[in-house]
């Protein structure tokens, strides 16, 4: 998609607006990934052959990342709104047009089609065709596309802070380090939720040794991932969330701007 036009365009700004706000939110996560905001240690156990590695504290993610995912969630939801009042053929300020999103036909027919009354039969049967309700009125299915996460997501930003978890994702490793070499494993299950208490590995009876005995390298490491904690993407990695979000509304944009130059 061509994110800059002569003159700039409105929806084109924002979108690119929302990709700046992100990639900040990813740097400042990067930040906070690095400080080891989760300590891990040893518990041996008298039922277990060894012992288990838990979280034995673990920092908050900075307020601050909420409210930069806010801003990028809502310039992305935004530019659809924008190009949409671009496309309406003799729009004023007064003009009540909007990318409209639903789950349900009926809401769609009665109210959304009212929004987009003004853009040409082309651009309103493929706005029309994109709905979520399609998916299913009111269904799980509806409720797990792209459009319906970001229009939900925007709507709670409006009112509260995104609340965000701190998670150890699918395929990452603890490392293990001894005098003879490093060992990898990873015993849990994909996504665990990080806080104190929760068991993310385990350590033989041999290892568990070596430690009481300061053989090995007590400094394990491991990747950390945020993810919603509750809303429409509750428990979903948040890069993987943007991910589906910014590629759908990029091909939606990039579809209705061919209406403006027509």
Same mark, same amino acid.
């Given at each position: ?99 409209? =999103? @639903? ?12 929004? !987009? /009354?003004?853009?040409?039969?082309? &651009? %309103? ?85 070596? =430690? @009481? ?12 991932? !945020? /993810?919603?904690?509750?809303?429409? &993407? %509750? ?28």
């Amino acid at each position: 998609m061509l994110l800059y036009q002569h003159p700039p365009c409105s929806w084109s700004l924002r979108y690119q607006r929302a990709l700046d706000h992100f990639d900040t939110f990813h740097k400042t996560f990067e930040w906070f990934r690095e400080s080891h905001p989760c300590k891990l240690a040893v518990n041996p156990q008298s039922e277990h052959p060894g012992g288990l590695i838990y979280v034995k504290g673990i920092d908050a993610a900075p307020l601050q990342l909420s409210v930069m995912l806010g801003d990028a969630l809502q310039n992305l939801r935004q530019s659809l709104d924008h190009i949409v009042w671009e496309l309406s053929i003799g729009a004023t300020d007064n003009s009540r047009t909007e990318f409209f =999103i @639903s789950d349900n036909a009926k809401l769609f027919r009665t109210r959304g089609m009212g929004r !987009i /009354a003004r853009v040409t039969d082309d &651009a %309103k049967a493929f706005i029309d065709a994109v709905q979520p309700y399609y998916r299913g009125d009111f269904t799980d299915k509806a409720h797990a596309e792209p459009l319906w996460i970001l229009d939900r997501l925007g709507n709670v930003d409006k009112h509260r802070a995104i609340h965000l978890l701190m998670v150890k994702p699918h395929g990452t490793s603890i490392r293990f380090i001894t005098p003879e070499r490093v060992e990898y494993w990873d015993l849990t299950p994909p996504n665990i939720k990080l806080e104190p208490g929760a068991v993310v590995g385990a350590v033989t009876q041999e290892q568990l040794d070596a =430690i @009481s005995k300061g053989e090995v390298n007590m400094n394990f490491t491991m990747e950390l991932e !945020i /993810a919603f904690a509750d809303g429409p &993407a %509750k428990d979903r990695l948040v890069r993987e969330v943007w991910a589906e979000l910014s590629a759908e509304v990029d091909a939606i944009l990039t579809r209705l701007s061919y209406w403006l130059v027509e």
